[in-house]
């Protein structure tokens, strides 16, 4: 279970976190909606530990997070998977090395082993044959995909998706949340996704939460947000001009 | 609240102390940064792979560069030194001139600077992008220590390469002294070789060893570090490999100064 207490997060005079509080159970998908520029990915990068908070604290179940440094907070890393918003592909190496690259600096697995999962994995996101490829060759979508096969490729307790499926067609949306309910079935794995795929994340999540001007303004499962009586979350799940939420 | 928005002159004394400490926090950062460097240097388990793959980068594909610029530094020197030493009936002692000039000093520097310029910048580039991207943060997420698996092979491979390219140019730069001097001015062979192995001593040669040894180390650790901490965007990596440039050149420069008045 993660528990995060009341994160501020402030860059310069920008404050950007002002009191995040959010539970996220073991083995559920908590899906984190808000505003473009409101601060998911600031949020995400806390539970990751790459960002420390002015004020707040985290717990990854039952450690506190926010006080790890070093090999203490590797050992919460170990049981991470994280998709990047912008994929964060090494671009030295080729799509097949990009997903075996875990594998080979984590794991003991033979060789063959090794190429045996990556490939499995690259077909499940539908990108059999590309292994050869660079990041710099494949499409936009292609690297996300490639992303989300090097995040999952460990078997990871924990996911990270910052965005996983912005910028795919429909059908590889679709295709993609799929694979991501397949896997969680396999796996149970807990799953923290940023999406703006509204509303097909109502299918996947277990429950929503809503990030607005550095609050969760409401957590709920789909039905309850969709039912919400809060005219910000009514607001922006229609994508409404008029509201309380200026479209500056 | 008001950070940065109130003008300098209003509060000298605020703003300089500002200015003072933002340097005091960048040096403590720089310094810090080798320190982390040199500690995992010795923590296995260690990078064969990169370590080989920056000495073929830092090194090897710089070997062209260095062999023409070491080939005319020892031309140029052959020729303007005998000319010299011509005025004093002492031609005869060309070979040790031209030695000792690139064996202490020329080659050391001019080979370090001409790595910076080909390979320096290369690198706080690939680094600085790395971070842009997050591809950094990536490997940190996957608990691989990037400091481990990035910056040590670099540093590593610059102690390597360093001393390696300073004697390639110190010996090409010799044959290009024996073209001019003895080839095109007619001293004879003897004499230049002769010479040289009566005059330049193991001293000569542990001081520039010395000196391309910290030099690795400089631009490496320079060039690493800005790519590092690179600004935001192509802005903040193009700003960051034009300083890394510069650093590091200013450094090799006094760093050898320092080197020259210390060692014997
Ligand atoms: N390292 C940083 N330094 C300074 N400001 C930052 C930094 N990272 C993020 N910000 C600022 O924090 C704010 C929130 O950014 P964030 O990337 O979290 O938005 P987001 O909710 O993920 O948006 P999107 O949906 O477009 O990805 C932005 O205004 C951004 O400028
Ligand atoms: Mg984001």
Known sequence: ?248 | MNRGTAPALLHPIESLGRVSLDIVESLGRFGLFLGQAGAWTFVPPFKVGQLLQRIHFIGFRSLSVIVLTGAFTGMVLGLQVFLTLERFGSEAFLGPAVALSLIRELGPVLAALMVTGRAGSALTAEIGIMRITEQIDALTVMALNPMRYLIVPIIVAGLITFPLMTAMFDVVGIFGGYLVGVRLLGLSEGTYFGEMRTFVDMADIMTGFWKSLSFGVIVTWVCAYKGYYTGHGAEGVSRATTQAVVLSSVLILVWDYFLGSVLP
């Open chain 1, 1 to 248: 279970m993660i528990r995060v207490e009341n994160l501020h997060k402030a860059f310069g005079a920008q404050r950007v976190l002002q009191g995040v509080s959010l539970e996220v159970l073991s083995g559920e998908i908590m899906i984190v909606i808000g505003r473009s520029g409101g601060g998911k990915s600031v949020f995400l990068k806390h539970l990751l530990g790459l960002l420390h908070p002015d004020a707040g604290r985290i717990w990854v179940d039952g450690v506190e997070l926010t006080q790890l440094r070093g090999r203490a907070l590797d050992q919460v890393r170990e049981r991470y998977g994280v998709v990047f918003q912008g994929g964060a592909l090494f671009d030295s190496m080729t799509v097949f090395d990009n997903v075996a690259f875990p594998l080979r600096e984590k794991t003991t697995l033979s060789a063959q082993e090794i190429a045996a999962r990556t490939e499995e994995k690259l077909a499940q996101v539908g990108l059999t044959g590309m292994g050869h490829k660079y990041p710099e060759e494949i499409s936009g979508g292609m690297r996300k995909r490639v992303a989300i096969a090097r995040a999952l490729v460990t078997e990871p307790e924990i996911v990270f998706f910052d965005e996983p499926t912005t910028g795919l067609d429909p059908v590889l949306v679709n295709a993609i949340h799929h694979l991501i309910l397949d896997l969680h079935r396999k796996f149970r794995f807990t799953a923290v996704m940023v999406s703006h795929e509204i509303p097909e994340i109502f299918q996947i999540a277990h429950r929503v939460a809503m990030l607005h001007e550095g609050v969760i303004v409401e957590t709920g499962d789909p039905q309850a947000i969709q039912g919400s009586a809060n005219p910000v979350v009514q607001q922006f799940i229609r994508g409404e001009i008029e509201g309380p939420i200026r479209a500056t």
